[in-house]
Nanobody, 123 residues
Framework: VQLVESGGNSVQVGGSLRLSCRKT????????MAWYRQAPGKQCELVSS???????YYEDFARGRFTISQDNAKNTVYLLMNRLTPKDTAVYYC???????????????????WGQGTQVTVS
């Protein structure tokens, strides 16, 4: 499995971005797709996840501002982020794993399948 993120950029406070994660390869329908993020000096934290059935989960800081979605025909998962603040500045990573997904970990890109990350900067 390979995951490739795109869409990161520098935006102004209050702006929006849509991140994309294209997946190649298949493991199992038991695997969820998720977005994590890691800011400098901070833990890697879960942002949002989505199951193959389309069930979604959001951390509190993302709920109401971010929307996760997937296009199964394109094997792509998206993260639409609205009303961005400087606290959202981080490298955003796409990953796939079986639930339960940890809410946080010391570093992203540990065990399992991860993309290379895409930088989001809000100022």
């Amino acid at each position: 499995v390979q995951l490739v993120e795109s869409g990161g950029n520098s935006v102004q406070v209050g702006g929006s971005l849509r991140l994309s994660c294209r997946k190649t390869g298949f493991i199992s329908d038991d695997y969820e797709m998720a977005w994590y993020r890691q800011a400098p000096g901070k833990q890697c934290e879960l942002v949002s996840s989505i199951t193959t059935n389309g069930e979604t989960y959001y951390e509190d800081f993302a709920r109401g501002r971010f929307t996760i979605s997937q296009d199964n025909a394109k094997n792509t998962v998206y993260l639409l982020m609205n009303r961005l603040t400087p606290k959202d500045t981080a490298v955003y990573y796409c990953t796939t794993d079986t639930p339960p997904l940890p809410n946080a970990m010391r570093e992203c890109r540990g065990a399992g399948f991860w993309g290379q990350g895409t930088q989001v900067t809000v100022s």
